[in-house]
């Protein structure tokens, strides 16, 4: 299977050695096109005790396993959700990320297809504020 170029912002990054995970946790439809639901759960950069999360859907029709093509882009639509989490920001890291992945499970595809709505609505704006440089 071909690897994809898996490239977008990853605000929460900093040097030296940090926690932080990417993880595909769910697979949903909208308007009849297939969607992965990755979350990236990274410390913040002002705080790295305390962990923070970034929803990243990618569509799934244009994926072909059998291409060799390893030059192949795929979109990526990243939605910031940390104010939407509850979490204790003081406690041990492995708590906050165990209390992060249980509201991941507990997201509806109705949840997951609004998040996705905001992130192609972010993309967009972002788009056109580069024409306009």
């Known amino acids: 299977m071909p690897e994809h170029d898996h490239e977008h912002d990853h605000e929460h990054e900093h040097e030296g050695e940090t926690f932080g995970m990417a993880l595909g946790f769910r697979i949903f439809e909208d308007e009849g096109a297939l969607y992965l ?3 990236e759960i990274t410390p913040y950069v002002d705080e790295p005790e305390s962990l923070g999360a970034t929803l990243v859907f990618h569509p799934l029709a244009d994926l072909d396993p ?9 979109p990526a639509w990243p939605v910031d959700i940390d104010d939407d989490l509850t979490r204790d920001p003081k406690a041990h890291q492995a708590e906050q990320f165990q209390a992060i992945l249980r509201q991941l499970a507990g997201l509806g595809e ?3 297809r609004a998040y996705l709505k905001q ?3 972010e993309a967009a704006s972002e ?3 580069d024409d306009e440089e």
């Open 37 to 39: 639901a990755e979350a």
């Open 66 to 74: 059998t291409n060799d093509d390893e030059e192949i882009e795929w």
């Open 110 to 112: 109705t949840q997951l």
């Open 119 to 121: 992130g192609r609505e």
């Open 127 to 129: 788009d056109d504020g």
